[in-house]
C-alpha cells in the first residue's frame, strides 16, 4: 500500500545550524513527492516538490532530493533560522483507480532557539 | 494564494446534532480533499472529490458525508457528531497537472 514515514519530532536545534529530516516512502506506481509546512495556527503551505527520480526540490533554502533507489526524500536546509520553527510533512500523490490520492506522514516538528 | 476558504473556522456542538463545514474556491481546481488533523496522527484524508457530483471515500470515512453540486463548493457533514470527531479539519484542492495541493486555513471542530 502507499505510506509516508518520517521522524518523529520534535527536532530541537539552535540558529543556524545544520537541519535534516528523513522521509522514505512506499508508493505504487511512480509518485510525485512534496515537502509541506505549517505554521502555528494556519493550514500547510507547499515547501518544495520533486516529479521524478533524481529531481531536486529547493525553495528558501530548504532542499530535498527525490531518490527512487532508497525510496526517500529527505529534508535539508544548511544553517535554521528561528522563523523556520514550524512542523513539517512530507507527501506524495499517486495516480490510483484514475483518480490523484495524497498520503501525508505524519508530520515532524522543528524547533529552532536563538 | 489560492483562493480557498472554511466557513465556520470555530464550532462547538453538542453530540448527536448535525454539523455542516463548507470549503468554498476561487480557483476552478478539479479535485477537493478533506483531511482531519489530530495529534499523533498527522493529516487523514475522510472524502475528495475529483468533480462535479464525483466524490470517495478516503481512509477515515465513517460517520462523514460530503457533496459537491458547484466546481466551487465542497461541503462535509457530519449526520451525528461524537466526541471522536473533535478535530481541525482541513480542505485543500489541486489542479491535477501540477499535482500539490492548496490548503485551506482550517475549522476547529469541539464536539462536546
Known amino acids: 500500500g502507499n505510506s509516508v514515514t518520517q521522524m518523529e519530532g520534535p527536532v530541537t536545534l539552535s540558529e543556524e545550524a545544520f537541519l535534516t529530516i528523513n522521509c522514505t516512502y512506499t508508493?505504487?506506481?511512480?509518485?510525485?513527492l512534496f515537502w509541506y509546512v505549517q505554521y502555528p495556527g494556519e493550514g500547510l503551505q507547499l515547501l518544495l516538490k520533486?516529479?521524478?527520480?533524481?529531481d531536486k526540490g529547493s525553495n528558501k533554502g530548504f532542499e530535498a532530493t527525490y531518490r527512487k533507489e532508497t525510496t526517500s526524500f529527505h529534508l535539508e536546509k544548511g544553517s535554521v533560522q528561528v522563523s523556520d520553527s514550524a512542523v513539517y510533512f512530507c507527501?506524495?500523490?499517486?495516480?490510483?483507480?484514475?483518480?490523484?490520492?495524497?498520503?501525508f506522514g505524519r508530520g515532524t516538528s522543528l524547533i529552532v532557539h536563538p | 494564494d489560492a483562493g480557498i476558504t472554511q466557513s465556520p473556522r470555530h464550532k462547538v456542538t453538542e453530540t448527536g446534532t448535525p454539523v455542516t463545514l463548507r470549503c468554498h474556491q476561487t480557483?476552478?481546481?478539479?479535485?477537493m480533499y478533506w483531511y482531519r488533523q489530530d495529534p499523533g496522527h498527522g493529516l487523514r484524508l475522510i472524502h475528495y472529490?475529483?468533480?462535479?457530483?464525483?466524490?470517495d471515500k478516503g481512509e477515515v470515512s465513517d460517520g462523514y458525508s460530503v457533496s459537491r453540486s458547484k466546481t466551487e463548493d465542497f461541503l462535509l457533514t457530519l449526520e451525528s457528531a461524537t466526541s471522536s470527531q473533535t478535530s481541525v479539519y482541513f480542505c485543500?484542492?489541486?489542479?491535477?497537472?501540477?499535482?500539490?495541493?492548496?490548503f485551506g486555513p482550517g475549522t476547529r471542530l469541539t464536539v462536546t
Open positions: 485543500a484542492i489541486s489542479d491535477i497537472r501540477a499535482y500539490e495541493q492548496y
Open positions: 508508493a505504487t506506481g511512480y509518485p510525485s
Open positions: 520533486a516529479t521524478k527520480a533524481d
Open positions: 507527501a506524495h500523490t499517486t495516480l490510483t483507480g484514475g483518480s490523484y490520492i495524497p498520503t
Open positions: 480557483e476552478n481546481h478539479r479535485y
Open positions: 472529490s475529483y468533480g462535479v457530483k464525483d466524490t
